[in-house]
């Protein structure tokens, strides 16, 4: 097939022929089919998954997603409905790699038959012609950008760590909360009334979450937080406590040998092996993450992250409307929990075939009769993707080079970018609870015009997110176009329609081709 001078090749072995070998899933019994027998039960964790799901089982499958149509897998609650889906699977794939909401992989762990198999296909890629990407995050924040992280293992099925904070001494109130995609704050820390379980949170190793600290008076604050593991089967194990030291309002003072973090990254983060808290930071520059010693670091909360506790009832937790507070944002609205590799990997059209790869794969152990119908479906599949791939470079060769420059409402493009020669300029995010600052729009509407950038996106699944995108973009005169990332829609049913839309808007947007 040809290819544009941005792409690297696929392998030629791997994009011909279907690896069926065995994997490192975990087994069960065959599917037997018969003249009387139902096919083949999978759930997939979203539209996508079941859609490629669907084409290489053909009928020899029934399919169901648990994230619907226009779900985000990112923040999506599970419903009973879904368990019972669940619970009836012969097979279940997920994406793997943090996509999915740790709710999803928990209901998906509780319910799904003893000995299921539970394949999460990004997380063996390479084994079947992907590749993966590091996810990059740069939200460009005025002020420090605190997270929560998990490094290291779990053992146990559906695994996670518990932190939970035991103790606040500080000259007012601490409150750690996440705002939804619908703008609801979620409470999982609250110093007002003390600390007892409740004031915890659970993270899946090797994860990374955003969310609020909200400091109710300036002054320094000493958090003390505790881990333990926890197993679906009730086992608990202690894996660490620490003590993390915030300076709020004014200039920052610390001891000798102290390091001072008042800008970019960040997270509070437990080591389950090392059974350690401490804190992690990111060099925007090299990209080099560093750990800070608990007791060597203090986290600055200048007089820049001063706000007022918004109108809206939701957020009476924090005070009466208009109290000063002083606050570390989210940055990312809604639930946005994730690791280190970027899990979007379906963007590139190559990881799109290395997908069907390991689909056939699974579904020829699960079902062994169906093996020739699962490489026949596969094989003709891969060769429709072929054809996508290159129509999609084709389509994206045309955008002009100083016009290559993605601006959305969602980091899910990295892989579009990486494989087809674009750059994410930027990817656009409301902070919760509040309106961006005169400098915050500024800057975006700068970003534009430096980069001059024809057009932004949005995708339809997030469509509430882009107010700020669409005020901008109207400001600076440039186009409002869209992409979609992690789901479908009423106009789009399947990832081939998914991605040709993707290609002919950005031609369209970009470069001014028509559709």
């Known amino acids: 097939m040809s290819r544009t001078p941005f792409r690297t090749p696929i392998r030629a072995a791997a994009a011909l022929a279907v690896t069926v070998a065995a994997s490192v899933t975990g087994c069960t019994a065959p599917h037997q089919h018969g003249a009387s027998d139902s096919a083949l039960k999978v759930s997939a964790t979203t539209a996508i998954l079941a859609d490629l799901v669907r084409q290489v089982g053909g009928d020899r499958v029934d399919v169901t997603s648990v994230v619907p149509h226009h779900g985000d897998p990112h923040s999506y609650e599970p419903s009973p409905g879904d368990a019972a889906k669940v619970a009836a699977a012969d097979v279940v794939f997920s994406n793997g790699l943090l996509l999915e909401e740790p709710g999803i992989l928990k209901m998906v762990h509780s319910n799904a038959r003893k000995g299921t198999p539970k394949v999460a296909v990004a997380e063996q890629l390479e084994q079947h012609g992907g590749s993966v990407i590091k996810l990059e995050e740069d939200l460009g924040l005025d002020v420090l ?18 932190t939970t904070a035991v ?19 979620q409470t999982s820390i609250d110093s007002t009334d003390g600390f007892d379980t409740k004031d915890s949170f659970t993270l899946p190793p090797e994860a990374h979450t955003h969310v609020n ?8 604050y000493r958090l003390t937080v505790e881990g333990k593991t926890e197993t679906l089967d009730g086992q608990s194990t202690p894996i660490g406590r620490g003590t993390i030291t915030f300076a709020v309002g004014g200039a920052p003072t610390a001891a000798p040998g102290t390091t001072v973090l008042d800008a970019g990254h960040a997270d509070v983060a437990i080591d389950t092996a090392a059974k350690s808290v401490y804190v992690r930071s990111d060099d925007p520059a090299t990209g080099k993450r560093t750990r800070h010693a608990a007791d060597q670091v203090l986290l600055s909360v200048p007089d820049a992250a001063k706000e007022q506790v918004p109108q809206e009832e939701a957020f009476r937790f924090l005070g009466a409307p208009g109290t000063p507070l002083w606050v570390l944002p989210q940055a990312v609205l ?14 590139d059209v190559a990881n799109a075939q290395a997908y069907a790869r390991r689909i056939a794969a699974e579904l020829t152990k699960a079902d062994p009769a169906g093996k020739a119908t699962y490489e026949r479906n596969a094989a003709r599949y891969l060769k429709q993707l072929d054809e996508l791939d290159d129509e999609v470079a084709r389509r994206l060769a045309t955008i002009p080079a100083d016009a290559r420059k993605l601006i959305t409402t969602h980091d899910a493009f990295g892989y579009l970018a990486h494989a087809y020669g674009l750059e994410v300029a930027g990817f656009v995010v409301p902070v919760p609870s509040q309106e961006p600052s005169a400098a915050e729009v500024e800057r975006l509407g700068r970003t534009i015009r430096e980069k001059r950038v024809p057009a932004v996106f949005v995708e339809p699944n997030l469509a509430a997110r882009a107010n700020v995108l669409r005020r901008v973009a109207a400001d600076e005169g440039v186009a409002v176009c869209t992409l979609y990332g992690d789901s479908f829609d009423d106009r789009v049913h399947d990832y081939v329609s998914m991605m040709r839309h993707n290609a002919a808007e950005l031609a369209r947007c970009l470069a001014g081709t028509k559709k």
């Open 167 to 185: 103790g606040l001494d500080g000259p007012g109130d601490l409150h750690v909360y996440l705002t939804d995609t619908l703008g609801t704050p």
């Open 145 to 162: 950008w605190l997270g929560w992280a998990v490094e290291g293992e779990v053992a146990g099925d559906g695994s996670h760590v518990r």
């Open 334 to 347: 809604g639930k946005h929990v994730h690791g280190d590799l970027d899990p979007h990997a379906w963007e």
């Open 213 to 220: 600290w909200a400091f109710s008076r300036p002054g320094t």
